[in-house]
Nanobody, 116 residues
């Protein structure tokens, strides 16, 4: 069982930046990939960014060039650096990890609101 604790959400003005963190309760060396998803008030949950155990990354087209995902194995943490934020980035952001055993774990979510 892997527990995930997210932090870093909040209110930011358009054009601003935030960094989300997701800390895992166990070593993330056993985790195949880690990702961030988001769900707006009227949208389905969608993939934002993904990073594999080998460090390969994948981003939604809407965030390419603005968001960066990174993982720190020693700190058991995955990060999402978000720059040039837009109102349409407003959502609850969820961390998800998938183990090499194919088990999936979700964090509780953290609210990001982009508004002037």
């Amino acid at each position: 069982q892997v527990q995930l604790v997210e932090s870093g959400g909040g209110l930011v003005q358009p054009g601003g930046s935030l960094r989300l963190s997701c800390a895992a309760s166990t070593s993330i060396l056993s985790i195949a990939n880690m990702g961030w998803f988001r769900q707006g008030p009227r949208n389905k949950r969608e993939l934002v960014a993904l990073i594999t155990s080998g460090g390969s990354t994948n981003y939604a087209d809407s965030v390419k060039g603005r968001f960066t995902i990174a993982r720190d194995n020693a700190k058991r943490t995955v990060y999402l650096e978000m720059n040039s934020l837009r109102p349409e980035d407003t959502a609850v952001y969820y961390c998800r990890v998938v183990g090499f055993d194919a088990r999936i774990y979700w964090g509780q979510g953290t609210q990001v609101t982009v508004s002037s």
